[in-house]
């Protein structure tokens, strides 16, 4: 191909890929304002027996490890008198409604010593966790509920690398960008 014809093709795949990751950085911009948390649920036992059981959840804002968010919709129920709190009420729902999609849709980890096993979940999830119903049944004396949240779960650790590069990639242009944006 002689050169004069390469010259505008190179113009035009240069302007076509900015304007491809200008477009895929566009919902990272949109949730800068949100929070979003790391999650972890463990389940410890020890011979065939649940001994105990862990939600963890730290920020995350620039974890690079999650694969796609979804919107997951997820219904419940826990126990509980209708003379609980609404508070108290509100954050079991939440950390129910978590420990449940975790263990649905989580990366799901496994590690034994001798008798003992621990059952990890992991995955990325932006706040807030929207409780759409919360209904109290006199009959059975429990809150049913249904809850919606934005979740990833943690890519596999071979996919790691590839992400972080992406993440790099992406936070490099998202720089550049800003510079004419000020």
Known sequence: ???NYNFP???ILA????????SSTAPAAAYEGIETYYTRYDIKS????IVTDNLLMTPAKNDFRAEKFSQIFITGVISATSEESGVSTRERIR????????VKNGLK???TKDLDTV???EGIIITPVNVI???YDNARNNYIYKVQIEFSPVAFPDRWETLHMKYKIKRIFSDFLDLFRE
Request: aromatic share 12%; proline share 3%.
């Open 9 to 11: 093709f190179v113009y």
């Open 95 to 102: 950390n129910d409604s978590l420990k449940r999609i975790l």
């Open 15 to 22: 302007a076509v890929s900015l304007f491809i990751m200008i």
């Open 119 to 121: 059952i990890s979940y």
């Open 109 to 111: 980890s496994v590690k």
């Open 1 to 3: 191909m002689p050169e």
């Open 133 to 135: 119903e919360q209904r």
């Open 46 to 49: 020890s011979k065939n027996q």
